[in-house]
C-alpha cells in the first residue's frame, strides 16, 4: 500500500525546519503533499502564489513531494486527497498545546484522519516563520534559517514596504 502524508501550513515563509520535516518525512512516506493554507487570520506577509512558488523553487530536486494549496478545513482537503495522515511541526511546549487541540477537533470532524507530529532537527527548533521575518526586517543574514530564495524575496519585499 502506497502511504502518503499531507504536511499543512501557511508557510509564510518556508524555513529550514519546515525543509528538515519535509525531507524527513519523505524519507518515510512514499509521496508527500505540502500544502499551502489561506489563513486569512493569520495575515501573511506574502501572498499565496508567492508562498506556493517559494515552496516549489526551495523543494526542488526533492522526489515524490508535491505542492498544492487548500482553502477551508484541512479535514476537507486530506479527504480530497484520498489521504488519512497529516504531519505536523511541534517545537515547544506552546507548540504541542495547540497541536494537540488540533488533532483532537480533527480526530472529532474525522475519525478515520491521524496526524503524525514530528520535532524538527535541535538545530531548526528555535526557529519560526515570525521570528524570520523580524530578524529579516531588522537586516540580519538569514543563510542559516531559510533558503536562499526565501532570504531574497524576504529582502525584496520588506524593502518594498519601507518605501
Known sequence: MIKKIIYPGTFDPITLGHLDLIKRAI????????????????????????????????TKGIDNIEIDSFEGLLIDYVR??????????????????????MVLSNRKLASDIETILMM??????????????????LGADLGDFVPSIVEKKLKEKLLKNKR
Not at 500544502?35 to 523553487?57: D, G, T, W, Y
Not at 480530497?80 to 487541540?101: H, M, P, T, W
Request: net charge neutral; aromatic share 12%; with cysteine.
Open 120 to 137: 524538527p532537527s535541535e538545530n531548526y527548533s528555535y526557529l519560526s516563520s515570525k521570528i524570520i521575518k523580524e530578524m529579516a526586517s
Open 27 to 58: 524519507d518515510i512516506f512514499d509521496g508527500l503533499i505540502v500544502a499551502v493554507a489561506s489563513n486569512p487570520h493569520k495575515n501573511p506577509l506574502f501572498s499565496f502564489s508567492e508562498r506556493i512558488s517559494m515552496l516549489k523553487e526551495a
Open 80 to 101: 480530497s486527497k484520498r489521504c488519512n495522515i497529516v504531519l505536523r511541526g511541534i517545537r515547544a511546549i506552546s507548540d504541542f498545546e495547540y497541536e494537540f487541540q
